[in-house]
């Protein structure tokens, strides 16, 4: 393998840039993946861009936190950021495409401030709140969106300007956020977009818990616990599996997990256990995300579900509680989609 570290990534900060950029790149007819993020990237943004690399001749990584896809009170201020480490994965990632000599490489990041993606109006984060937004509904309602009633506005919103700057050949979206996947899909469906949206499988820890930015806040105990949500996810996708395709059997599998696991919690000491509440567990059509009372085989389904690790409680002096000390709850979403049967 290659130590080459080759040339930096380059910047870009402003929409003229990217423009530019991405016509040499068409004179050259080379095509685009474009891998939009939040930053504070891990393995499994990794493996987007390398799909996206796989796939194209150039990939373009976009580091921007949307504030208005966060609500009033969550946690756009504590959303970690880490850019120095992130442009070091990046680097990293090309030197290894380059040594495996994969077909693209990450040819830029773009990191747009706040004023270039709402260049008219200042970014708003309340649902009456008035700017240009682009709605989905009402896929953008349900499920996430009923937890997080702005967050697929902002989402759709920031998607449709990113798209319409990078002008992509093809976006890649990880299936960790199965909802949004399903709404990107629609947004592009519905206005017509020429863009191909590629889905990445979810990354997850030794123990099942789904990778996100937002692990760094558990710390060791939360991480441990954490992982009962995927437990959850695989005892309901093992009742459709086995055949039982109505909603009560499946659920009451996730459910079962659940409650065993909230009991075995609650019987320890406080400064031994990590509580949790659930938000919900959904088995929902794949193409709408409403809920099914049965799974038809020709169709499958998505089970999702969300939970909310509470605050780490009397934790000792040398222990792991994550970033900010343990005190933020953390709320961890995951799915399993299982998929049609073939006809
Ligand atoms: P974010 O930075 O959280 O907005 O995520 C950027 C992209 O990475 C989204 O398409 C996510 O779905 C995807 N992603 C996040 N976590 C994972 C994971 N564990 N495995 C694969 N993709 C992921």
Known sequence: MSSNPGPALDIYRTVAAVRAFRSELRKANQTLGFVPTMGALHSGHISLVEQAAAENDAVVVSI??????????????????????????????????????????????????????????????????????????????????????????GVATVCMKLFNIVAPDTVYFGQKDVQQTVVIRRMVQDFHLD??????????????????????????????????????????????????????????????????????????????????????????????????DEVVESKGAVISGAIKMMPVENPSLDEDCGLGGGIVPVRLIDNIIVGPAAP
């Open 64 to 153: 921007y936190v949307n504030p208005t896809q966060f609500g009033v009170h969550e946690d756009l201020d504590s959303y970690p950021q880490t850019w120095d480490a992130d442009l070091a994965r990046l680097e990293t990632l090309n030197a290894r495409l380059r040594g495996t000599g994969a077909r693209g490489l990450v040819k830029a990041v773009f990191a747009p401030a706040t004023r270039v993606m709402y260049p008219v109006l200042p970014p708003t984060s309340e649902i009456n709140g008035t700017g240009s937004f682009v709605t989905i509904s009402p896929l953008g309602q349900v499920l996430e969106g009923a937890s997080r009633p702005v967050f697929f506005r």
């Open 195 to 292: 863009i191909q949206v590629r889905i990445g499988k979810t990354l997850r820890e030794v123990n099942g818990l789904a990778m996100s930015s937002r692990n760094v806040y558990l710390g060791d105990r939360r991480f441990r616990v954490g992982a009962v949500l995927y437990r959850a996810l695989q005892a309901a996708e093992a009742q459709i599996r086995g055949g039982k395709m109505n909603r009560p059997d499946i659920l009451q599998a996730a459910n079962d997990v659940v409650r065993s696991e909230r009991a075995t919690q609650e019987a320890l000491q406080p400064d031994q256990r990590a509580l949790f509440d659930v938000d919900y567990i959904s088995i929902a059509d794949p193409d709408t995300m409403e809920e099914l």
